[in-house]
């Protein structure tokens, strides 16, 4: 598929704005690894190409075990996942499936059961993020191959 629009020269302040609240992010109470982990799997459920491979080389560069890229489309009956990792795991397909599951309060408490306050808002916001930007490259069909470009 073509690139429809690149939406990083036609709009840069959104864009810097974006990147700004990446930038924030980096420095929240959630740790690298489990932040790659929900991008990549919130990435996965919305058809990004573009941020499936982003995240998957960012993981793979930090050495995160190979079994855990493999089994994430189906982590909920694979065993290489912390609970914690579990419970934003869930989190962030019930955010990023909003419409279809309201956020059940079950899902909540899971995720209160390993997540602070400040880290379960930390969290949504990343969650928030990586389907803004799933919607921008899928929406204007962002090449994957112009990924290593922006890193």
Request: hydrophobic share 40%; glycine share 2%.
């Amino acid at each position: 598929m073509a690139e429809r629009i690149d939406y990083f020269e036609v709009a840069k302040e959104p864009l810097k704005a974006m990147t700004k609240v990446e930038q924030v992010l980096h420095e929240s109470s959630i740790e690298f690894e489990l932040r790659e982990l929900v991008k990549l799997r919130a990435s996965q459920i919305n058809g990004c190409a573009f941020c499936v491979g982003m995240h998957t080389d960012l993981l793979r560069k930090k050495s995160v075990p190979q079994e855990k890229l493999d089994f994430l489309p189906v982590w909920a009956e694979a065993n290489c996942y912390s609970p914690r990792e579990r419970a934003a795991l869930a989190w962030a397909e019930s955010v990023t499936l909003l419409a279809e599951t309201k956020v059940p309060d079950e899902v909540y408490e899971l995720t209160l059961d390993h997540f602070s306050e400040q880290e379960l808002v930390d969290l949504t916001w990343c969650i928030a993020t990586i389907n803004t930007w799933n919607r921008m490259s899928v929406a204007f069909r962002r090449e994957p191959e112009s990924v290593l470009e922006t890193l």
